[in-house]
């Protein structure tokens, strides 16, 4: 196995995240095969119970973890004390070469090289052992085994636009003071850098030039994986892992397809998410102002060409959230619930449609006399004691001509990642569908609703998962697809003339009358001339076009 290290220097927020990932993506399209860890140097033992205002929404994945205290309440340590150095930073090697060799892309045997994103910024108290760790690591796993990334900043102070190159320098001393030793630094600078600042940066941090690459900003997201490659990141990644000779050119077409597609698209769908706000609750001021909010809220609401109620916990901001489904339901506007927005949407019908003015979840009320989403917890082998239903679960549609199985491409089932407790009470669901209001999908034993829809409805759904965890650029999530597709009209003709992934394509018109496109379906990439399939939605600078 070989590892990419990526650390972050001078401030957060650099974008280590889009370089590890697009890194990753470089490689792969080498032929390559890539795993990643991402590493967020905090002490919380159960990531899942953080505020998703603290570092943003828990990302679940198909399998759960393991921590250095369940080792020590296991008494594996004989009772002595548990030391940063060795048991964390022991622990924490061990758990790098453990995860590392677990294929992710569904092919058997460890993937080549490991992909590994260390948060927060070097010279953090928290990430300390982290650091430690990783120094033994890159000397346990050998030279050409272990390449570190570097992301830092370039600012451009002065009207001149002179480059400063101080921070790095810093940041890259701090590096070495802890024992690592940068083999290349991705650098975020606003314009590309300069030949001489390259030159200075490569004197002062002891990397070859050639090994330096400007993260410089650009029009999408999608560009970086591009100027990566434009600047041979690829090259010196490799050349420092021993694995020139297995590697290939990238191949990134599909990338420049969507890239190019993005810059062109002029038309906004708008989707109203709605969610709890801290600034409403916390504060003073807020409540004084809370009249004011309510109305900009819902006007914003009223604007809005679709609706997405995300997952949460807890009953604040919950009445809001009904209202939202409840106009979403009565006015046609395309609905999408997730989690906690498919509860909120199973509430919100019986109390309005079906007349059961007191129905509520029990999390909300526990006391509830029409207890219409409940509790239920489920035996898990590898979540011991936890009641949370975590990580990847079947999903079996029920009804084959509902939209949600079309948008899935008509397949039987789907895997798709829960994070919950609660869930919509099995008892009542022959009432509900009497009702109008249909689950489509359900686990194995049909005693867990999976997915609702109001077949009457231009477009509400609601999932009990979270189809966002799988949701990639080559393959949106095919429930968020449909709710754009419908936010801006265009679900029905998409369901017609694509049952197998839409089409969307760039178009270039030449000077002798015809065009070119690059036309992306299902994430792969061709170029044409003067065609595209039937069913294309097609951006050319105007807007998109089907
Ligand atoms: N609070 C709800 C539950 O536990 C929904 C959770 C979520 O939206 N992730 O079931």
Same mark, same amino acid.
């Given at each position: 196995?070989?590892?990419?290290?990526?650390?972050?220097?001078?401030?957060?927020?650099?974008?280590?995240?889009?370089?590890?990932?697009?890194?990753?993506?470089?490689?792969?399209?080498?032929?390559?095969?890539?795993?990643?860890?991402?590493?967020?140097?905090?002490?919380?033992?159960?990531?899942?119970?953080?505020?998703?205002?603290?570092? +943003?929404?828990?990302?679940?994945?198909?399998?759960?973890?393991?921590?250095?205290?369940?080792?020590?309440?296991?008494?594996?340590?004989?009772?002595?004390?548990?030391? &940063?150095?060795?048991?964390?930073?022991?622990?924490?090697?061990?758990?790098?070469?453990?995860?590392?060799?677990?294929?992710?892309? =569904?092919?058997?045997?460890?993937?080549?090289?490991?992909?590994?994103?260390?948060?927060?910024?070097?010279?953090?108290?928290?990430?300390?052992?982290?650091?430690?760790?990783?120094?033994?690591?890159?000397?346990?796993?050998?030279?050409?085994?272990?390449?570190?990334?570097?992301?830092?900043?370039?600012? &451009?102070?002065?009207?001149?636009?002179?480059?400063?190159? *101080?921070?790095?320098?810093?940041?890259?001393?701090?590096?070495?003071?802890?024992?690592?030793?940068?083999?290349?630094?991705?650098?975020?600078?606003?314009?590309?850098?300069?030949?001489?600042?390259?030159?200075?940066?490569?004197?002062?941090?002891?990397?070859?030039?050639?090994?330096?690459?400007?993260?410089?900003?650009?029009?999408?997201?999608?560009?970086?994986?591009?100027?990566?490659?434009?600047?041979?990141?690829?090259?010196?990644?490799?050349?420092?892992?021993?694995?020139?000779?297995?590697?290939?050119?990238?191949?990134?077409?599909?990338?420049?397809?969507?890239?190019?597609?993005?810059?062109?698209?002029?038309?906004?769908?708008?989707?109203?998410?709605?969610?709890?706000?801290?600034?409403?609750?916390?504060?003073?001021?807020?409540?004084? *102002?809370?009249?004011?909010?309510?109305?900009?809220?819902?006007?914003?609401?009223?604007?809005?060409?679709?609706?997405?109620?995300?997952?949460?916990?807890?009953?604040?901001?919950?009445?809001?959230?009904?209202?939202?489904?409840?106009?979403?339901?009565?006015?046609?506007?395309?609905?999408?619930?997730?989690?906690?927005?498919?509860?909120?949407?199973?509430?919100?019908?019986?109390?309005?449609?079906?007349?059961?003015?007191?129905?509520?979840?029990?999390?909300?009320?526990?006391?509830?006399?029409?207890?219409?989403?409940?509790?239920?917890?489920?035996?898990?082998?590898?979540?011991?004691? =936890?009641?949370?239903?975590?990580?990847?679960?079947?999903?079996?549609?029920?009804?084959?001509?509902? *939209?949600?199985?079309?948008?899935?491409?008509?397949?039987?089932?789907?895997?798709?990642?829960?994070?919950?407790?609660?869930?919509?009470?099995?008892?009542?669901?022959?009432?509900?569908?009497?009702?109008?209001?249909?689950?489509?999908?359900?686990?194995?034993?049909?005693?867990?609703?999976?997915?609702?829809?109001?077949?009457?409805?231009?477009?509400?759904? +609601?999932?009990?998962?979270?189809?966002?965890?799988?949701?990639?650029?080559?393959?949106?999530?095919?429930?968020?697809?449909?709710?754009?597709?419908?936010?801006?009209?265009?679900?029905?003709?998409?369901?017609?003339?694509?049952?197998?992934?839409?089409?969307?394509?760039?178009?270039?018109?030449?000077?002798?009358?015809?065009?070119?496109?690059?036309?992306?379906?299902?994430?792969?990439?061709?170029?044409?001339?003067?065609?595209?399939?039937?069913?294309?939605?097609?951006?050319?600078?105007?807007?998109?076009?089907?």
């Amino acid at each position: 196995m070989k590892y990419v290290l990526v650390t972050g220097g001078v401030v957060s927020g650099l974008g280590k995240g889009v370089t590890a990932s697009s890194i990753g993506l470089v490689l792969k399209s080498c032929g390559l095969r890539i795993t990643s860890i991402k590493i967020d140097p905090y002490l919380n033992t159960d990531a899942g119970t953080m505020s998703p205002f603290e570092h +943003g929404e828990v990302f679940v994945l198909d399998d759960g973890g393991e921590s250095v205290l369940e080792k020590e309440r296991k008494g594996e340590y004989l009772g002595k004390t548990v030391q &940063v150095v060795p048991h964390i930073t022991n622990a924490i090697q061990e758990w790098i070469e453990r995860v590392a060799m677990v294929p992710v892309d =569904g092919k058997e045997g460890p993937a080549d090289v490991c992909v590994i994103e260390l948060g927060g910024t070097i010279g953090d108290i928290e990430s300390m052992p982290f650091i430690e760790a990783l120094g033994q690591f890159s000397y346990h796993v050998g030279p050409g085994n272990f390449c570190l990334v570097h992301v830092s900043l370039v600012p &451009v102070l002065n009207v001149v636009g002179e480059q400063k190159t *101080k921070p790095t320098q810093h940041s890259v001393r701090g590096l070495r003071g802890l024992g690592l030793t940068p083999n290349i630094l991705a650098c975020r600078s606003t314009k590309e850098l300069e030949d001489n600042v390259k030159e200075k940066l490569s004197q002062f941090c002891h990397v070859p030039a050639a090994n330096i690459v400007t993260l410089y900003d650009v029009s999408n997201i999608w560009r970086i994986p591009l100027l990566l490659q434009d600047q041979k990141a690829h090259e010196a990644i490799l050349k420092v892992l021993n694995l020139e000779s297995f590697a290939r050119e990238p191949k990134l077409d599909e990338w420049v397809a969507r890239a190019t597609i993005f810059d062109s698209l002029t038309d906004t769908v708008r989707i109203a998410m709605v969610g709890k706000y801290n600034g409403l609750s916390d504060s003073y001021l807020s409540v004084l *102002k809370a009249p004011d909010a309510y109305k900009a809220a819902w006007n914003s609401l009223k604007g809005a060409d679709g609706i997405l109620v995300p997952g949460g916990f807890g009953d604040r901001g919950v009445q809001g959230k009904i209202l939202a489904a409840k106009y979403a339901r009565e006015r046609n506007v395309p609905y999408l619930g997730i989690c906690l927005g498919m509860q909120i949407a199973v509430v919100e019908f019986a109390r309005h449609v079906m007349n059961l003015s007191d129905a509520n979840s029990t999390e909300f009320d526990p006391d509830t006399k029409t207890p219409c989403v409940v509790f239920m917890p489920e035996g898990s082998k590898t979540h011991m004691g =936890g009641t949370m239903r975590l990580g990847s679960r079947r999903t079996f549609f029920k009804v084959a001509d509902c *939209k949600s199985a079309k948008l899935y491409g008509n397949v039987t089932y789907v895997d798709e990642r829960h994070r919950h407790r609660y869930e919509v009470n099995p008892d009542m669901v022959p009432e509900f569908e009497n009702a109008g209001l249909k689950f489509v999908g359900r686990d194995d034993t049909g005693k867990r609703m999976e997915i609702i829809e109001l077949p009457s409805h231009r477009y509400f759904i +609601g999932a009990q998962f979270h189809p966002e965890f799988k949701s990639r650029p080559s393959k949106p999530s095919p429930l968020f697809v449909g709710l754009i597709a419908a936010a801006s009209g265009q679900l029905d003709k998409m369901l017609q003339d694509c049952p197998n992934g839409h089409v969307v394509s760039a178009k270039h018109h030449l000077s002798n009358g015809s065009y070119t496109s690059t036309v992306l379906q299902n994430g792969h990439a061709k170029k044409l001339v003067n065609g595209l399939p039937n069913g294309t939605y097609y951006a050319n600078g105007n807007g998109v076009h089907a």
